[in-house]
């Protein structure tokens, strides 16, 4: 049975996550001294204590996220865990390269912060939100989306399950599209709190900065595979991995398609690391024989077996 590690993305965040492995891993320590000062900002201080407002801003969502995930992936590696293949979610995607030894912890930051603030202010340049919807298939969002004016940006942005998936656009077309996807059969369109419309053509802007940051750094081919957000494959090859983070700031996470595509192949024991359960809750719905656990606290991680 082969194990995979997932990691999640934005919309994970919490107050307070991590704080447990600071007080009591050296490395927890280690790594967030190293975030604070590639950041510039007390980043221990806004995932320890907020507010909440703070934590949710794009420029310190995706790094704290990022963090965490990182030190708990680290710290299974030293206890001699290893994983056969590794995914994550948009932002997930680098704590998974990070855990499967392309980049290190410090590399993989500075990246984190170029594509955060990039996306920040990308959203505030070109205004645009997201909103999931429930109970309607790929097909069905597709020939919705072709219903919207042809003057407002809307996408599919995130495949997350056979029947929820999240769209990305401007404003109006998002705001119409919940509406329209409600007629047409929809059991739930809800609007997302977030600063963008991130996987889509929204976000190019986002783009250039990322990629000479990434032309400038050397990703290792790895010997596990990792699945692409991007098309959902696997991969090992480090310029792969280097196109897919860039192709994946402004094009849908085929989240749906990886899980089922690393099923296909073996994968069986999974487990989701970071804050929050969103990806074992998506597991359970993609496929209900997965095994799937979790790891955000370090009680959690001190009795962790697979």
């Known amino acids: 049975m082969k194990k995979g590690w997932l990691f999640p993305g934005q919309a994970s965040q919490k107050v307070g996550m991590g704080k447990d492995f600071y007080e009591q891993t050296e490395l927890g320590k280690r790594y967030f001294d190293i975030a604070n000062d590639i950041l510039g900002v007390n980043i221990q201080n806004i995932t320890f204590n907020g507010p909440d407002e703070m934590l949710k ?28 293949g590794v995914a994550g979610h948009s932002l997930g995607e680098y704590s998974a390269l990070v855990a499967a030894q392309g980049i290190d912890f410090r590399t993989g930051l500075e990246l984190v912060k170029i594509r955060a603030e990039g996306m920040a202010k990308a959203g505030e340049d070109n205004p645009g939100t997201m909103a999931a919807i429930l109970g309607l298939n790929m097909v069905s969002i597709t020939k ?24 990305s656009g401007t404003i109006k077309a998002v705001q119409k599209f919940t509406e329209i996807a409600k007629e047409h059969g929809a059991k739930m369109a809800i609007p997302l709190s977030v600063s963008g419309a991130f996987h889509s053509p929204l976000m190019r802007p986002a783009r250039q900065e990322l990629a000479d ?22 991969t090992m090859n480090g ?27 073996g994968f069986s024991l999974f487990t989701e690391i970071g804050p929050g359960k969103i990806l074992k809750g998506l597991n359970k719905k993609i496929n209900k024989d997965l095994d799937t656990k979790n790891i955000e606290l370090y009680e959690e991680f001190i009795s962790y077996e697979i």
């Open 213 to 234: 940051k990434l032309d400038s750094i050397q990703i290792s081919n790895i010997d596990i595979p990792l699945y692409s957000n991007f098309n959902a494959k696997p």
């Open 57 to 84: 801003m794009t420029k310190y969502t995706q790094p704290a996220i990022f963090i965490v995930s990182t030190i708990i992936s680290a710290l299974l590696i030293q206890k001699g865990y290893k994983p056969d």
């Open 144 to 167: 919705l989306v072709e219903k919207i004016s042809t003057d407002q940006l809307i996408v599919a942005a995130n495949h997350n399950t056979e029947n929820q998936i999240v769209v």
């Open 239 to 265: 310029s792969e991995i280097k196109k897919s983070l860039i192709n994946q700031l402004e094009n849908p996470v085929l989240w749906f398609d990886s899980i089922n595509n690393m099923s296909d192949s």
